[in-house]
């Protein structure tokens, strides 16, 4: 039952292979009877989506006998996950990130590019206390690359 993981990897693959949606995690409890599947898409991940892939996941292990007593949730990460995998970089450039360095520091910024190796944000720089009441209209910048050894965890700002 073990492989059950890798097969429905492979089913979402196939189901996704021709859109613009990306496979982010699959996950199982330790006795394989509830699966997390975790897909995303450049344009956003709806209801519908996520219903069609879990048909096509649900139709090919029930034609191998695999369903009984077998739970699979098909969402989407969550705004507030962790990056896993390069994609969700990708889909985020030109947002605004906190990446979590290895050696303890939270840069937060603007995702400005996303390259084999590496990413480029625009750091946003703390600002220097001022008599003026209002905060200025634009946040001072810096530019910093981070090389995705040195990246611990990156989750997207949620912001209101």
């Known amino acids: 039952m073990s492989g059950?993981?890798?097969l429905i990897r492979q089913l979402v693959h196939q189901k996704i292979a021709d859109s613009n949606c990306f496979l982010v995690d699959v996950s199982a409890n330790g006795r394989f009877t509830k699966v997390q599947v975790y897909v995303d898409c450049?344009?956003?991940m709806t209801i519908d989506k996520?219903?069609?892939i879990h048909r096509h996941i649900w139709k090919a292990l029930d034609e191998q006998g695999l369903v009984e007593k077998l739970s699979i949730d098909v969402s989407s990460p969550g705004m507030s996950s962790a990056f896993k995998v390069?994609?969700?970089?990708?889909?985020?450039?030109?947002?605004?990130?906190i990446v979590q360095h290895t050696d303890g520091r939270?840069?937060?910024?603007?995702?400005k590019a996303?390259?084999?190796e590496q990413i480029t944000l625009d750091e946003y720089l703390p600002l220097k206390p001022s008599k003026r009441k209002a905060a200025p209209a634009v946040l001072p910048t810096?530019?910093?690359v981070i090389p995705f050894n040195q990246i611990k965890s990156t989750k997207k700002k949620v912001t209101f």
Not at 86 to 97: G, H
Not at 106 to 111: C, D, M, Q, R
């Open 42 to 44: 450049y344009d956003g």
């Open 142 to 144: 810096k530019r910093v």
């Open 86 to 97: 390069r994609a969700q970089y990708e889909k985020n450039v030109n947002r605004v990130i």
């Open 114 to 116: 996303v390259e084999e």
């Open 4 to 6: 059950i993981v890798d």
């Open 106 to 111: 939270k840069i937060e910024g603007i995702l």
């Open 50 to 52: 996520c219903a069609s």
